[in-house]
Nanobody
Framework: QVQLVESGGGLVQAGDSLRLSCVAS????????AGWFRQAPGKEREFVAA????????YYSDSVRGRFTISRDNDKNTMYLQMDVTTPEDTARYYC??????????????WGQGTQVTVSS
């Protein structure tokens, strides 16, 4: 079982930047694909970004591409989401997730509890 703990959420103004972190327990993180999802009130959870085990392959949703950057540091068992040029539409609870595969697929196996991001206009 992998435990994931997100941090870095908070209240920011539109246009500001924020960096989320996700720390994974155990020793499997470096061989696992990882990703970020988000869920706004009254909406379904949606994909934000994902990264392969090595960091060489990265994927983004259309709504965040060019503004958000996903990265990872396998030596620290940590994944990041750099959020730039935020908008009120980015307001949501952000969840970290990892897979048991090295490459990104649609299957995610472990989830964190999430961190709240609120962007005011």
């Amino acid at each position: 079982q992998v435990q994931l703990v997100e941090s870095g959420g908070g209240l920011v103004q539109a246009g500001d930047s924020l960096r989320l972190s996700c720390v994974a327990s155990g020793d499997t993180f470096r061989n696992s694909a990882a990703g970020w999802f988000r869920q706004a009130p009254g909406k379904e959870r949606e994909f934000v970004a994902a990264i392969s085990w090595s960091g060489r392959s990265r994927y983004y949703s259309d709504s965040v591409r060019g503004r958000f950057t996903i990265s990872r540091d396998n030596d620290k068992n940590t994944m990041y989401l750099q959020m730039d040029v935020t908008t009120p539409e980015d307001t949501a609870r952000y969840y970290c997730t990892t897979a048991t595969t090295q490459w990104v697929t649609s299957k995610w196996d472990f989830w964190g509890q999430g961190t709240q991001v609120t962007v005011s206009s």
